[in-house]
């Protein structure tokens, strides 16, 4: 392919090269215009660190479809396993806040045990995101606070705070801890 493209085809390369965004299809167009300067093909491998394979699936691709051709992903991706109505279903059950899922995992456990279908963490969390949920991290709410009787606290608690002798010490106890 050395010298065979138009002056006009290598103007085209560099302006889609400047107009791309993906790391990936730039190095195609790099490959391309690299073999018509008449690079080598293990100096083209060195540059761009791809095989030489790939350089020659993309000048093929080049040859027969043109920038076009070049610049298309032909990769699929996988199924969803889980189908276009069993996906509303879970987008139904979980908007309706019925049922509270604080994490991904628990949300995996539910389609495992109502669809029989298994989901790792990292699948159902791209899954979520699919569907249009994020995550948010549920926040502590205080109980209803009654704030007299918290200024009654804080004004009983300065006034023994001010009672101390050097050796004195104030100790809280809550709920959650035990008397030694």
């Known amino acids: ?3 065979i493209l138009t002056e006009e085809e290598v103007l085209v390369l560099r302006k889609a090269h400047k107009q791309v965004r993906d790391k990936r299809l730039a190095d195609r167009i790099k490959a391309i215009l690299m073999v018509h300067r008449g690079f ?3 100096q083209i491998i ?3 660190l791809l095989d030489e ?3 020659r699936r993309y000048v ?8 076009s051709g070049l610049l298309q992903f032909h990769y699929t991706g996988g199924h969803p396993r889980l189908t276009k109505t069993q996906e509303l279903e879970l987008k139904n059950h979980l908007a309706e806040g019925e049922h509270i899922y604080l994490t991904a995992k628990e949300v995996a456990r539910y389609i495992k ?3 029989h279908i298994k989901y790792s963490v990292i699948g159902m969390t791209k899954l979520l995101h699919r569907l249009g949920f994020v995550y948010k991290k549920p926040k502590l709410v205080p109980a209803k606070a009654d704030l007299d009787k918290q200024r009654a606290f804080l004004d009983e608690y300065l006034k023994l705070k001010n009672q ?3 050796a004195d010490q104030i100790y809280f106890l809550d709920a959650n ?3 030694a």
């Open 1 to 3: 392919m050395p010298e």
């Open 40 to 42: 080598t093909y293990p």
């Open 113 to 115: 045990s109502t669809y």
């Open 46 to 48: 060195a540059a761009l």
């Open 53 to 55: 394979t790939t350089i």
């Open 60 to 67: 093929k691709s080049f040859k027969q479809e043109g920038l």
């Open 164 to 166: 101390l002798e050097a």
């Open 177 to 179: 801890s035990s008397p």
